[in-house]
């Protein structure tokens, strides 16, 4: 038999050999050599030998299941029979994949890009993400997706036409399996060792699994085979046979039998144990008393003995202290202990799930067990035994160290088991699931209990989690919670959960754990040191662990056969509360200064008891308890909306930030529904059941505002300071409102809450899609996934809203679409009380209010300050119309009462807002009136009779009208009220003056007094009666604790009793308030007088919005309405005039308005003062700063002023503010950005732009660009010519050339560098380096880096503007020879330094140092002054050419420089020309001569040994222009400009006909020669060019030029289409040249249509002697020869003839070509953004070949490049910043592929631009949280490429940073 170390022939061999004879007759021989060659291959012995063992020992594995065949075929036939129709692909996090809404029927549904693409999902909702734990493909499981969804693949159900598998094809892996996965377990145990004392053993567990690794790896390749193979492998691991055969340890092999024994170690290490040690100590643990919640709880036993058996256990262990109490309450029945401490394994795959869990979840493991769930089998035994592990996965979970990548793992596999609803169904039945997982969850939760401080400190004995611990800061729970939810929203499961008695009771029991966790408590002494942030855990873990279960539970208790489900809950929920109260001793008031936020029983309480009513059609009072309870339910509900109320009367402030953090947690909208909304609800109920007088009188004593609530006009609050009377009674009136408004849980539709949350949301700001998708509470069973009737809010939002385009400013700040309410909304549905209630912050009301006045204002509805709107509410549910007994109560209204007259009194501490409030309750009142009084006239009489109370009855409507006349009050010694008996009206008191005088005029005496009346004692007596009312004898003994420092004000005794004549009712003050409000005597005035019909029809919309005023008529209004005798007596106060009020003292109140108002005045005086001066200073700025840079328009008038007087520029220093001409002293200059760019070479010569790839096929190669061109033509040249002269035939800068551009402000040199020290000193960290002599302009805060240093002198000559001088041609050519050869006389002569020199030379230092070397070094000779040359005048044809660019390519549009006072080039052509001409050009070179002169010698040039010059026909004609105007003596005169230009222009014309003529054909080109020879001797010859034409085609033909093939033929017959090419051909010549002249002695450039182009600018350029009429010109004319042309030509070509003869290859490519480039473009992007997405975020780096992390693409090129891949990391420059340096000269463009977004790099620094992909909706969808489909928005990226050429990022984006070469 073949040894382990065989060769593969050899075990090939073997493995057929024994393949025969397993299928033969003596199969039990050959079974058992099969069975020890495995044993001695796979021993685990030969692990520790490291990879070759493990790789001999899958070699054998692979031949021995192929018996011999070759592996690959051996796969394809077992391929053959998967019958699997589910796609079922695993993928790890960070894996893109699918999700369909539309498609999906668990929430949980995922699909692979490829089956999601495959299928047909158009329009549907899905959405693309990023899995965060990794997930399986659903596609062709019918329980988690509708068929409809599948995907082509995935569609055919194959069961039928599968074959049945052979036998022999699987035989071998039935008998090699057992043992190899047998050996990886092994493996596994022996690896494992338990770790020392706790110290982490993870190094020694990360060896094994790398060992293991090609193992595991096989077996996941085993899996890929289909379903054939998963079977086999099913049924390897879960038969129960071959576990006990291998691996019981019962063998000789004395291997095996260790690792048995390690196996039981590891077990019992864990805490675990085989069953049977177990039973003993169970039966021991469990206490007498322990068992009768449980048991009693099954039983269904009545609540009373329930409440004794709890009290007993109290009792006993009562002294024990904490620890006991946690034990009593949490091991309820002798089940639990089983579920947490048992584990038996009997099959391969519980073993190997055991140690995936020990090894904390590789992610290997994790894979090979997921892609075994396609097999039916296999998925039950693997859930199953998923469940029994579940305790221990739970124990291991709370050891781990890296407790996030194993949660991920966790649910990356439970998501996969729970989702289905048959298997959890199952599952629940058969291992009983639910209580595993309750328990589980609830001994978790016990590891971090503390006792609970709330209400009583000593005595509590509640325990609570404490959020400090780690389990709840990392949110360590929530894999099994998320598990947990998951199973709820099944609704067979929810079912089963909503029976179970003893469930319910464990459940409620883990939530009270969260009943008042995280408590605050005031600081009233010192700021607290140390401020937690453990909050957000609370928030966090109530939200996951207590409401998303709650929410579950809710979903499925819809209809009314439910019923049953809801009173269990409420029962249990109440219970638990109950026993909460007695745990914490609460008898009545809650501890002062305590808040906490999380009351979990509280709100499953009300939101079970919201749903009973709503869907359930529950009989409420059925289902409430008793009066007490419900006291006691609302007291820590009310206290949270008090506490509110303090923490932003900043009570708290001690207490630091966190505590607005949690108040506006509280109300935040992934919380308030399950926090905020169901505590409003619960007191909503309570309001509605108990005695409306107490809840009042609660409400103000929780607020603390009690004491205000007195007529008298000073008073002493006990608890609260003065200072926050005012914001707290604002509090306690807008709560009330809130309670008796909202009618979220009271009667509205899902849809009417939809809409009222979207238009408060809208109302607030102008919101985007997704992020009103955000704010609307959805209906937070998150695993619903479904925003309630989603296909309502697309419907409601169109409803009530309007889109708003995304918007495009030219500033670059760019907008997204958004939504805003429409006009109808504003007017009917705008409603502050649910502003009120959703603003986390409180700017959001305000900023509410002001959009709504603004409406109004527009709409011409209301011009002033509006009140909030008054609106209509739903119509009350009938169970919950007791609430409106609270607006129908005497303490209510005595509250009303008091504050309408403490307002109209001025008292201290009122505000609008107070009002406000008073006038929303009395309407309130007014709309909800219990029933219309039955006799009035009798309650009319009645009035008498009560003497000392203060209103009849409860009813509002009757008691508006009623008199007070005087009130008993107890005020403080001092208050003027005390003088009892007030003296004639001269009392100094305004108060006491005022009552005197009305005392006169309202006779009516009456003896009644109404008592002074306490609210606190009121609610006392109350609580009394309901207390008795229960009476049971345990209560009354505990009641005697009312504390007494809450009765009466009355208690301290300095105060004294005084009788305070009113004589007011509710209608009479608010007439008067009327009066107050409008500042007029009798401005009220009822409106039923003039028109009855006001009564009938109530709604008037002229009430509808307005300020106080309206507010207060319509009132009145409803009042009149309602009730006749109210309409007779507010005709009755009308009439009688009320006397004009003795002119009151103002009240300081009013003063410090008043002040306010004059300070305001004056200070808008100054402002417009300062605006003034500012505009004037600017203006004469503007006059002087710009003189230089803007052309001329006066340039009449200049000439006018004698020519002597030449004015000096004026320039502006913007630092010291000093203005002056520039001197060399002290020079000034031009703030300016110098920066590299690449934005030339980018053109292209196709009109066409690129487009960016999106497939292998399509890629972008860069030789047509124009910087490629440029270079190839210059390597060229320098191969054949002498190098000097080739850097003098062409520019460069096509690539990296140096842009100047400046903001046009002028400063001082020397003040400049002080302005950088202080830069330089200054710390704060700016967004730009001050080393690199970067700077904000000092004045308008643009980017900058240099200082352009201003030439002195006078304006530029301009005044020399003669239109031509009388010189000849021949004259002036000679003055320019002249003048070249004079270089030395230069006016501010070298050789003195002078600083202006100094600047001028760092200057050109700085442009320099702008690029890079390998930009400005082209010669062969480094360091040769050429290249300084060269690379001086390319930075003038760049600029000039950018120029160009900007203006769209051609000077159609004429006028100033595009941006007249923005160019700097006069400026920068002075720097230039000074270091020009420090560089001497040798005379027997100069160019002048070649293009003037006829040469007399021809053969010198032959017996120079070195290399030829650059034949004048190859030389770039711009660049000579450059050359000639910057070495001529500056200020240039404008006649020896145009001299230059005529003299070039005739090369250019030379060089377009030879062009021409190498271009058409051979025949062409003889009959142009022959038919210009014949006119060559007309007088016009010069100026013909078919004679010139001719002429050149005869010279040429002497070389070897015309031999070679043809090239294009440009077939050029008629006369029109020669005449169109030589135009255009000149043209880009002409705009330079117009540009550069425009810019030199100023003067606009004219505008013209784009044919006339050529004439307009030879006129201008002085080419065109006399304007000729269009028809008969040609281009021809403008030629102005020095010397006969025929000579010159022959001169010219004589020297490609000879060029010819030695290189006739070359001849025509060096030939300039006519220059058709277009504008540069960034490159087109697709319409949809999916496309790039696809193609690129799995596209492997050409570089590393890897798929990058981040990848990006360059939006100029369309390189793919890694950003911040410390893989493509080149001497410490990332890729992109490479990419950035050589694509762009230090500019980079990228499209972030993962994020959408676009990203650019300037140099140093770098900046997010933002998106140029927007959804439907028009918003970003950055880092593609949303996933959502993106459309390419092209204004967005018009406005990128428009920055892009324009070189603008640096001053339109703001947020720039440093990149450190890391991206």
């Not at 024990?320 to 109490?325: F, P």
């Not at 009855?953 to 009130?967: A, C, D, E, K, Q």
């Not at 730009?1328 to 006078?1354: H, I």
């Amino acid at each position: 038999m073949a040894g382990a170390g065989a060769s593969s022939r050899d075990k090939r061999a073997t493995a057929a050999r024994l393949k025969t004879a397993l299928g033969g007759e003596g199969g039990a021989g050959a079974a058992a050599e099969l069975r020890a060659l495995l044993e001695r291959v796979l021993a685990p012995a030969a692990a520790p030998g490291g990879g070759e063992a493990a790789g001999e020992a899958l070699e054998w594995c692979r031949c021995l299941l192929s018996g011999g065949e070759p592996w690959d075929s051996f796969v394809q036939a077992v391929r053959a029979y998967d019958p699997a129709t589910l796609c079922g692909l695993v993928w790890t996090a960070n894996f893109v994949a699918y999700r369909c809404r539309t498609c999906g029927i668990s929430p949980c549904m995922s699909l692979c890009a490829e089956c999601f693409h495959q299928g047909e999902h158009a329009g549907h909702d899905y959405n693309m993400f990023r899995s965060q734990a990794g997930g399986a493909c659903d596609c062709g499981d019918s329980n988690v997706m509708r068929e409809a969804g599948f995907c082509k693949r995935h569609r055919i159900k194959s069961d039928s036409n599968v074959p049945c598998v052979p036998k022999d094809l699987l035989m071998m892996s039935e008998l090699v399996l057992p043992q190899f996965i047998f050996s990886l377990i092994q493996h596994l145990r022996e690896g494992y060792n338990e770790p020392a004392l706790d110290l982490p053993s993870e190094k020694d567990l990360h060896k094994i699994l790398q060992v293991l690794e090609p193992h595991v790896s096989f077996l996941e390749d085993l899996t890929k085979m289909g379903g054939a193979m998963r079977s086999v492998l099913t049924q390897v691991l879960t038969s129960q046979q071959f576990y006990k055969n291998l691996s019981s340890g019962v063998g000789e092999n004395a291997c095996a039998k260790k690792s048995h024994e390690k196996y039981l170690i590891a077990l019992k290490g864990s805490g675990l144990a085989f069953p049977e040690d177990k039973i003993a100590c169970g039966i021991q643990e469990q206490g007498a008393g322990t068992s009768t919640l449980s048991v009693q709880g099954l039983a269904g036993g009545t609540a009373t003995s329930g409440q004794g058996d709890s009290s007993d256990e109290e009792d006993q262990d009562g002294s024990q202290g904490v620890g006991k109490r946690k034990r009593v309450k949490l091991s309820s029945t002798t089940k639990d202990q089983s579920i947490m401490d048992v584990l038996k394994h009997k099959c391969f795959l519980e073993e190997l799930l055991f140690w995936t869990i020990k090894y904390e979840f590789p992610q290997k493991m994790v894979t090979f067990l997921l892609n075994m769930l396609p097999d039916q089998d296999y998925k039950i035994a693997f859930t199953k035994t998923f469940v029994q592990h579940y305790a221990f996965i739970m124990k291991t979970l709370k050891k781990s160290h890296e407790s996030d990548t194993m949660s991920n793992r966790i649910v990356h596999i439970s998501v996969q088991l729970f989702s289905n609803e048959e298997l959890a169904r199952q599952v629940t039945e058969e291992c009983q699931l639910l209580d595993i997982m309750v328990t589980v969850l609830l001994y978790m939760m016990e590891s971090c209990l503390i006792k609970s401080e709330l209400q009583d400190e000593e005595n509590s004995l509640h325990v609570v989690v404490n959020c400090g611990e780690a389990l709840l800061k990392n949110n360590t729970y929530w894999p099994l919670v998320s598990d947990f939810i998951n199973i709820l929203s099944h609704q067979s499961v929810a079912k089963k959960f909503l029976e179970d008695h003893g469930l319910l009771v464990t459940w409620m029991n883990f939530v009270s754990f969260f009943q008042g966790m995280n408590l605050n408590k005031r600081e009233l002494n010192e700021h607290v040191e140390f401020e937690s942030q453990t909050y957000y855990a609370a928030f966090a873990a109530e939200l996951e662990a207590c409401a998303q279960p709650m929410w579950g539970l809710l979903s499925h208790c819809k209809v009314r056969e439910t019923q049953e489900y809801t009173r269990n809950v409420v029962r249990y929920c109440l219970e638990a509360l109950q026993d909460w109260f007695d745990a914490i001793n609460f008898v009545d008031e809650p501890a002062p200064n305590q808040v906490t936020f999380h009351l979990p029983l509280h709100r499953y309480f009300a939101m079970f008891l919201s749903k009973a009513v709503k869907c359930q059609e529950l009989d409420l009072d059925t289902i409430l308890p008793d009066q007490e309870m419900l006291m006691k339910l609302m007291i820590h509900p009310l206290q949270i909306q008090a506490s509110l109320s303090e923490i932003h009367s900043n009570m708290w402030v001690r207490n630091g930030l966190q505590i607005k953090g949690q108040a506006m947690t509280y109300v935040q909208s992934h919380f308030c529904n399950s926090m905020i909304d169901p505590d409003i609800y619960l007191l909503q109920v309570c309001a509605s059941r108990l005695d409306p007088d107490y809840f009042i009188s609660s409400v103000f004593e929780r607020f603390k505002v009690v004491d205000l609530l007195t007529m008298a006009s000073q008073h002493q609050n006990t608890v609260l300071d003065s200072e926050h009377e005012r914001s707290m009674l604002e509090g306690a009136l807008t709560f009330l409102v809130l309670l008796l408004s909202l009618r979220l849980h009271l009667g509205m539709t899902d849809d009417e809450i939809l809409r009222a949350e979207m238009v408060a949301q809208l109302c607030m700001n102008d919101r985007t899609h997704s992020s009103l998708l955000d704010l609307i509470p959805e209906n937070p069973n998150p695993k619903s996934g479904i925003i309630p009737g989603s296909l309502s809010f697309e419907s409601v939002l169109s409803a009530v809203a309007d889109f708003k385009a995304p918007v495009f400013e030219p500033g670059g700040s760019m907008q997204q679409g958004m939504y805003t309410p429409k006009a109808e909304v504003w007017d009917k549905e705008f409603d502050p009380v649910m502003v009120i209630l959703r603003t986390v912050y409180r700017r959001d009301v305000q900023s509410a209010m002001d959009r709504y006045t603004a409406f109004l204002k527009q709409s011409g509805k209301f011009p002033g300050n509006p009140w909030p709107p008054y609106k209509k509410r739903t119509p009350l549910h009938p169970s919950y119309r007791g609430l409106i007994k609270l607006l129908h109560c005497k303490t209510l209204h005595i509250v009303l009462f008091t504050l309408l007259y403490k307002i109209l009194m001025d008292h201290q501490n009122l505000s609008e807002h107070v009002l406000c409030m008073v006038l929303y309750l009395i309407e309130l009142g007014l709309e909800n009136s219990p029933e219309q009084e039955s006799d009035e006239e009798e309650s009319a009489g009645g009035q008498e009779r009560c003497h000392d109370s203060w209103f009849p009855g409860s009813n509002l409507v009757s008691n508006m009208r009623h008199f007070i006349n005087y009130v008993r009050v107890r005020v403080p010694e001092t208050a003027p009220e005390v003088k009892r008996e007030p003296p004639a009206s001269t009392s100094s008191d305004g108060l006491a003056s005022s009552q005197s005088s009305r005392r006169k005029s309202l006779q009516r005496e009456n003896s009644g007094t109404a008592q002074v009346f306490s609210l606190v004692a009121e609610r006392r007596k109350k609580f009394q009666e309901i207390i008795n009312r229960n009476t049971s004898e345990a209560n009354q003994v505990v009641r005697p604790k009312t504390s007494m420092k809450w009765s009466a004000p009355g208690a301290t005794p300095q105060l004294t009793t005084a009788i305070l004549e009113v004589k007011e009712s509710i209608l009479s003050l608010l007439i008067k308030l009327h009066h107050k409000l409008s500042g007029k005597q009798n401005s009220y005035y009822p409106p039923w007088l003039d028109d009855v019909n006001v009564l009938i029809h109530p709604e008037i919309p002229r009430y509808s919005h307005g300020d106080g005023m309206t507010a207060v008529e319509r009132i009145l209004l409803k009042a009149a309405v309602q009730s006749r005798l109210n309409k007779r007596i507010i005709e009755e106060i009308c009439k009688k005039v009320t006397p004009p009020v003795p002119p009151k003292k103002i009240s300081s109140a009013e003063k410090k308005t008043l002040d306010k108002e004059e300070r305001r005045q004056k200070a808008r005086e100054r402002q417009q003062k300062l605006l003034a001066e500012f505009a004037s200073r600017q203006k004469s700025f503007m006059e002087t700063a710009m003189d230089v840079e803007s052309p001329d328009a006066d340039v009449a008038m200049e000439v006018a002023t004698s020519e002597q007087h030449v004015s000096e520029a004026i320039y502006d220093c913007v630092i010291c503010g000093q203005s002056g001409p520039s001197t060399e002293d002290r020079p000034t200059g031009l703030v300016v950005l110098l920066q590299a760019s690449s934005v030339l070479g980018q053109c292209r010569n196709s009109t066409e732009p690129k487009r960016l790839p999106t497939t292998e096929e399509e890629q972008i190669y860069p030789w047509d660009t124009c910087a490629a061109l440029h270079d190839v033509r210059l390597t060229t040249l320098q191969r054949y010519f002498k190098d000097s002269s080739c850097l003098q035939a062409v520019s460069i800068g096509w690539e990296g050339g140096v842009y100047v551009q400046t903001c046009g402000h002028t400063l001082h040199i020397d003040c400049h560098k002080s302005y950088m020290e202080s830069l330089r000193n200054d710390q704060v960290l700016q967004g730009f380096s001050v080393d690199k002599g970067e700077f904000t302009c000092p004045l308008c805060r643009q980017f900058a880096n240099s200082v352009l240093p201003c030439y002195p002198g006078n304006n530029m000559e301009r005044s020399v503007w003669q239109s031509h001088s009388n010189k000849c041609m021949q004259d002036l050519v000679q003055e320019v020879e002249d003048l070249q050869e004079q270089l030395g006389t230069f006016p501010v002569s070298i050789s003195s330094e002078t600083n202006l020199s100094k600047e001028m030379e760092s200057v050109m230092k700085d442009i320099k140092s702008t690029t890079q070397k390998k930009y400005t070094d082209y010669s062969k000779t480094p360091g040769s002054p050429d290249n300084d040359f060269l690379f001086m005048y390319s930075v003038a044809r760049t600029n000039l050419e950018l120029e160009l660019v900007h203006r769209g390519g051609n000077l159609c549009s004429g006028g100033a420089s595009t941006a007249g006072k923005r160019s700097c080039l006069n400026q920068l052509f002075h720097v230039l020309a000074m270091h020009m001409r420090l560089y001497s050009i040798d005379s027997a070179y100069n160019p002048w001569r070649k293009l003037t002169q006829p040469l007399q010698d021809k053969n010198s040039e032959l017996v120079s040994e070195e290399l030829p010059e650059v034949p004048v026909l190859y030389r770039d004609v711009s660049s000579l222009l450059l050359i000639q105007i910057l070495t001529m003596p500056q200020p240039l005169h404008r006649e020896h400009f145009t001299c230059i230009i005529k003299v070039l222009f005739t090369l250019l014309y030379t060089q377009a006909l030879a062009a021409l003529s190498v271009k058409c054909s051979a025949e062409d080109r003889m009959a142009w020669k022959e038919s210009g020879a014949l006119k060559k001797n007309t007088s016009s010859g010069e100026k013909s060019w078919e004679v010139l034409l001719s002429h050149v085609i005869s010279e040429l033909s002497k070389g070897k030029i015309y031999d070679e093939g043809e090239t294009e033929e440009l077939s050029v017959v008629n006369l029109d289409s020669v005449e169109c090419y030589l135009q255009q051909f000149c043209l880009p010549f002409l705009r330079i040249t117009s540009l550069l002249q425009h810019h030199l002695f100023g003067g606009d450039l004219p505008s013209c249509q784009e044919d006339e182009e050529f004439t307009i600018l030879a006129s201008c350029l002085g080419l065109l002697p006399s304007f000729q009429s269009a028809h008969q010109f040609t281009s021809a004319s403008c030629l102005d020869w020095p010397v006969p042309a025929f000579d010159m030509i022959s001169q010219w070509c004589s020297e490609l003839a000879s060029f010819a003869d030695r290189h006739p290859d070359q001849v025509k490519a060096l030939l300039i070509q006519e220059p058709k480039w277009d504008l540069p473009r960034l490159l087109q992007l697709p319409e949809n953004y999916n496309t790039i997405f696809q193609y690129y975020h799995r596209k492997t780096c050409s570089v590393c070949t890897k798929v990058p992390k981040d990848p990006a693409v360059c939006l100029v090129c369309g390189t793919f490049v890694c950003l911040k891949g410390l893989c493509c990391k080149q001497q410490s420059y990332c890729e992109c910043v490479l990419h950035s340096q050589n694509c762009g000269a230090g500019t980079g463009i990228f499209l972030l592929i993962n994020a959408s977004v676009i990203i650019i790099i300037r140099g140093h620094r770098f900046c997010l631009w933002g998106s140029v992909y927007l959804d439907a909706h028009g918003e970003e969808d950055r880092d593609l949280r949303r996933g959502k489909p993106l459309y390419i928005c092209k204004e967005r990226y018009k406005v990128l490429e428009q920055q892009w050429v324009s070189h603008t990022f640096d001053h339109i984006n703001k947020r720039w940073g440093p990149h450190y070469n890391g991206l």
